[in-house]
């Protein structure tokens, strides 16, 4: 699934074909995603875009007249084309400008989200945004901020704790296990017993993560590209993800995998060791 990095890597390929140009249309070829996209939607046209902004793994598009609200799901990705270029399998939405461009969306699994959000409702209300956690790149994401969010949820293993969104938003499973590697700290550790020393660590490894993650364009494991059509190279930096049996970068021991909340897990366990609640 498209992490934070990858939907950011997105957001900005296709800002420069959106921002202060017109939708002319929306043609829908295939409605039945996670929702079925609504027939207002598809009715959609000259629409003035005013801004894109992300929230965790949602791109929203702001125009005179509303937002589009879109999540690209387990395996989807967005395409800028020629306005005359051919579909592809799995091209099930295109976002038609009056440029010559075109916005695609291709998505195999057809988990992806397209919602129209009229202009007197608040998209940032919607329910899928409305209890999302701390953005992972903003100032407000501090140590402090982590630990506390960290109490709700203290039975939880500290990577299945990164991975809800209720606390920090946009973390997956590989950058969860990469986070974790490079702040030595295991897995299965409870969120509750993670100091504040620990946050220390976290937060400026998951900042550092994400960042770098998006300067080299995100992480192709399998079929993520950008708006430009290119693969990730962020996979070039992973030190565990994936890399069961293999020597750790660091110690030389060999890297395992366990099952984490029904996800393949990647740790060193020489270098992160397990903590346990005191009695």
Partial sequence: MPELPEVEVTLRGISSSLINSKIREVRVHYPKLRENISPEFQTLRNMKVLSLSRRGKYIIIRT???????????????????????????????????????????DQRRFGLFLWIPKDQDVYKNKYLINLGYEPLTDE????????????????????????????????????????????????TPAGCITVSDCEKIVPVIKETLLTSIENGGTTIRDFSGADGKMGYFVQNLNVYGKSGEKCPVCGHAIESIVIGGRNTYFCPKCQKLKKPVN
Wanted: hydrophobic share 45%; charged share 20%; with cysteine.
């Fill in 64 to 106: 005179d007249l509303g937002s589009i609200l879109m999540h690209l799901g387990m395996s989807g990705h967005l395409l800028v084309c020629p306005h005359d270029s051919p579909l592809k399998k799995h091209d099930h939405v295109e976002i038609i400008m009056d440029n010559d461009k075109v916005i695609r969306f291709n």
């Fill in 141 to 188: 994401f501090t140590p402090a901020a982590l630990f506390n969010a960290l109490q709700r949820y203290s039975k939880k293993p500290i990577k299945q704790a990164l991975m809800t969104n209720e606390i920090v938003v946009g973390i997956g499973n590989i950058y969860a296990s990469e986070i974790l590697f490079s702040s030595r700290i295991h897995p299965l």
